[in-house]
Antibody, heavy 123, light 107 residues
């Protein structure tokens, strides 16, 4: 059974940092790209960042570029999101999800998703 | 960036109704589109991929169509469990972009 479990969310002050983790099981982790998607309270879904299976290709939304860093440890079946210089508008539920991508596009939209971890940035 | 314009933003319907939701892409994306259902407090669930391929386990009352810039999600006969918010997502080009969502409510 495919499972994705996020952790690391919490309350942080504006300008602070947080590191999210996503631990997966039930599939060959290094064969898949992974992505972070966030959802602000009572708002829609927003793509944040994606990384290919061997970390060769990485992409970010303009809203987080230069502040967030996506990474993965295939030996630990884990995906990470290092979030620095956090702002109030980064407050959201952060989901990790599995997909399949190449250098500049994705073959499939995300299929499996975690349940999310909540990040709250106080001003 | 490719903009995904989803309409309507909300609709009221009754059990048994036929429901249609549309997503329009600001430029051609082939069939690189997925549809998701999200219920309150839950993660999105993929319903359709490749614009028209039904995800395994999803009822056949759901269908997707379209290619290029115009896409449609149809629920042929709305069931009580289908009241939720629906999103489209294009994955043709980075940044990946979602439609704004359609909330399907009880009439």
């Amino acid at each position: 059974e495919v499972q994705l479990v996020e952790s690391g969310g919490g309350l942080v002050k504006s300008g602070g940092s947080l590191r999210l983790s996503c631990t997966v099981s039930g599939f060959t982790f290094n064969s898949y790209s992974m992505t972070w998607v966030r959802q602000a309270p009572r708002k829609g879904l927003e793509w944040v960042s994606s990384i290919t299976g061997t970390s060769t290709y990485i992409h970010y939304a303009d809203s987080v570029k230069g502040r967030f860093t996506i990474s993965r440890d295939n030996a630990r079946n884990s995906l990470y999101l290092q979030m620095n210089s956090l702002r109030a508008d980064d407050t959201a539920l952060y989901y990790c999800a599995r997909l399949t991508c190449s250098s500049n596009s994705c073959y499939t939209p995300p299929d499996y998703w975690g349940q999310g971890t909540l990040v709250t940035v106080s001003s | 960036d490719i903009q995904m314009t989803q309409s309507p933003s909300s609709l009221s319907a009754s059990v048994g109704d036929r429901v249609t939701i549309t997503c329009r892409a600001s430029q051609g994306i082939g069939n690189d589109l997925g549809w998701y259902q999200q219920k309150p407090g839950k993660a999105p669930k993929r319903l359709i991929y490749a614009a028209s391929t039904l995800q395994s386990g999803v009822p056949s009352t759901f269908s997707g169509s379209g290619s290029g810039t115009e896409f449609t999600l149809t629920i042929s006969s709305l069931q009580p469990e289908d009241f939720a918010t629906y999103y489209c997502l294009q994955h043709n080009t980075y940044p990946l972009t979602f439609g704004g969502g359609t909330k399907v409510e009880v009439k």
